[in-house]
């Protein structure tokens, strides 16, 4: 029975809307990695690359459209391709539901993209300045009261670290953190007389998408203790959806517990060695 049931619909032509968008939603799967990659390996400049990406969402938009009208057609006329509606609905949820995820925090979050320990006096970028001099990077001097007023508001718990460890220490924890993140460390300077004032300026990359971020620290003392000030500002576009927040909100915390752990350990003391009296000499 369930042979000859399904003969006739075997025997019906396959839709081809709904082919159209099983087809659409493909290539929008591969334009979507396309760039990515553009992004990450610096091929195109950022206006073509985001111009990629964005056409990329609007063919799984228009996937979704061609597959509403192939039900349609189905629904009228009995023709086969549910199963290739039904991929192509799949493929364009994926690619829609991390953008359409950051839109909403994007409403949400305010429109900044300069965050900072310090925003009376930010660490500023040096070596990093001439990096944010392209055309549509955003300037390297620090974005102003109005950000930090915003700041404020949206994370009042990113405030200046304060150690009591001396700030040679200071500053090798915060490198040694700044290296495990596998961020492009492009000038570090210790601490050194007379001032003694450490700074690292890195590179971080956002984890999809790759838009790099700077970032700049700045290690001083604070007599026998030290002070760590950090400053995450993205290369381009007004707003970083709490990227540079929740990265420099993390960097404390990891700060505070590699600071906190390393003056926990008891001293280790070196064994002592028996001191051997002197040899007696004999008189002949």
Excluded at 6 to 21: D, G, I
Aim: net charge positive; hydrophobic share 45%.
């Amino acid at each position: 029975m369930a042979r000859s049931f399904s003969a006739p619909y075997q025997s019906e032509p396959v839709s081809s809307l709904a082919t159209w968008s099983r087809n659409l939603a493909v290539f929008s799967v591969v334009a979507v990695l396309v760039s990515i990659l553009i992004v990450r390996f610096g091929f195109l400049e950022m206006k073509p690359a985001l111009a990629t990406f964005f056409g990329a969402l609007g063919i799984a938009g228009l996937s979704i459209l061609v597959g509403l009208g192939a039900f349609a057609s189905i629904w009228q006329n009995g023709s086969r391709g549910m199963s290739r509606i039904l991929l192509a609905l799949l493929i364009d949820g994926i690619v829609l539901a991390y953008p359409a995820y950051l839109s909403l925090q994007y409403r949400k979050l305010p429109p900044i993209h300069d965050i900072t320990t310090d925003v009376l006096d930010p660490p500023r970028f040096e070596a990093l300045a001439r990096l944010r001099a392209g055309e549509g990077a955003n300037s390297a001097v620090y974005a102003g009261l109005y950000s930090a007023e915003q700041q404020r508001t949206a994370y009042p718990d990113i405030e200046t670290v304060e150690l009591e460890t001396p700030v040679q220490r200071a500053y090798e924890v915060t490198l040694q953190l700044v290296n495990k993140r596998k961020w492009l460390v492009i000038d570090e300077r210790p601490p050194q007389l007379p001032r003694r004032i450490g700074r690292i300026e890195a590179v971080a990359r956002t984890p999809i998408m790759g838009f790099r971020e700077d970032v700049s620290i700045r290690v001083t003392p604070d007599g026998e203790d030290s002070r760590v000030d950090i400053r995450s500002s993205s290369r381009y576009f007004e707003g970083d959806l709490g990227s540079n927040a929740a990265r420099v909100a993390k960097l404390i915390e990891d700060i505070n517990s590699a600071v906190e752990t390393a003056n926990a350990k008891p001293a280790v003391k070196k064994p002592q060695v028996p001191v051997k009296g002197q040899p007696k000499t004999v008189k002949k």
